[in-house]
């Protein structure tokens, strides 16, 4: 079991509403029974159900319809997901290994890990949301629908792991990199409704809220 650590780079987390944002481990997955509503960025209103996808049959995605933006400029371009999953992870490890090494080394091993993640996602349909220092942030079920959305986003995570330790094995021997052989990996997975739409701004950005990441995110800081 690994503890909460602190210190994260640019890491943003809270027990309550909180929003994120597109910008050998511990797989945790909880399914929510509850029918609750959020609102963010602009967008109100109330869950339809708890989660789905518990079934292991493949299930079709469909575009969801964000508002209409040329008919209503003004109006805010979000709308409510009933039921999809929320994945978290993160390097356990990772502070007091990067607090020893230089830039090169720690953007190496992240850009190394990340893009074996980002090439799952992409093989298998997973929405990659952001990045937040070592923290990986990816859904399934957002932004278009899918009824196995809980076990797509599972063997997604097991698939992630599995490719960690390759990683770091290659990085190892390859590169010359000390200590990453004892780094792992902490997941987070919650199913539930989600809050998700278009933030505008100086940076517009696609953002998720609700308790269903917040959960994730819990889960995945206590191992």
Not at 55 to 83: E, H, L, N, Y
Not at 86 to 95: E, H, P, Q, R, S
Not at 111 to 133: H, P, R, Y
Request: with cysteine.
């Amino acid at each position: 079991a690994v503890g909460r650590r602190t210190g994260r780079m640019g890491r943003r987390r809270s027990n309550e509403s909180s929003g994120y944002n597109s910008s050998g481990g511990h797989l945790n997955f909880h399914r929510s029974q509850s029918s609750r509503g959020f609102g963010g960025a602009g967008a109100g209103g109330s869950g339809s159900g708890g989660a789905g996808g518990s079934g292991s049959g493949g299930g079709g995605t469909s575009r969801p319809d964000f508002v209409d933006v040329r008919a209503d400029p003004g109006g805010p371009i979000a709308m409510q997901f009933p039921s999809c999953s929320v994945m978290l992870a993160d390097i356990g490890g990772f502070t007091s290994w990067s607090a020893r090494r230089t830039p090169d080394e720690v953007f190496t091993l992240l850009e190394q890990v990340f893009w074996e993640f980002d090439t799952l996602a992409k093989e298998m349909e997973v929405f990659k949301l952001s990045t937040v220092g070592d923290c990986y942030i990816a859904t399934c079920g957002v932004p278009f629908a899918r009824e196995d959305h809980a076990v797509v986003l599972t063997i997604y995570a097991e698939r992630c792991r599995r490719q960690m330790n390759e990683a770091k094995h290659r990085l190892a021997v390859d590169h010359g990199l000390e200590g990453v052989e004892d780094l792992t990996m902490r997941f987070g997975i919650h199913s539930g409704p989600i809050t998700a739409g278009v933030l505008r701004g100086q940076k517009s950005r696609f953002e998720l809220f609700g308790d269903t990441i917040n959960t994730a995110s819990r889960m995945e800081s206590t191992g």
